[in-house]
């Protein structure tokens, strides 16, 4: 069975980014995510299409 939620530190990991970078994101509301309690978690079907969704814009820009 493949996991499809993530935490803070396995998408830090993912994205080759620090945990605090991650968490200004979530702060921002800039990167989608969801809460269970005090705990922030992430979809990793959400964070592919949100990446996704930025290199579409990272093309339009040039």
């Given at each position: 069975?493949?996991?499809?939620?993530?935490?803070?530190?396995?998408?830090?990991?993912?994205?080759?980014?620090?945990?605090?970078?991650?968490?200004?994101?979530?702060?921002?509301?800039?990167?989608?995510?969801?809460?269970?309690?005090?705990?922030?978690?992430?979809?990793l079907?959400?964070?592919?299409?949100?990446?996704?969704?930025?290199?579409?814009?990272?093309?339009?820009?040039?």
């Amino acid at each position: 069975m493949s996991k499809n939620t993530l935490t803070v530190i396995e998408v830090a990991d993912l994205l080759g980014v620090s945990t605090t970078t991650i968490y200004a994101l979530v702060r921002e509301r800039t990167i989608p995510f969801f809460r269970i309690r005090n705990r922030i978690f992430f979809r990793l079907e959400s964070i592919n299409d949100w990446i996704a969704q930025l290199e579409g814009t990272a093309v339009n820009n040039q």
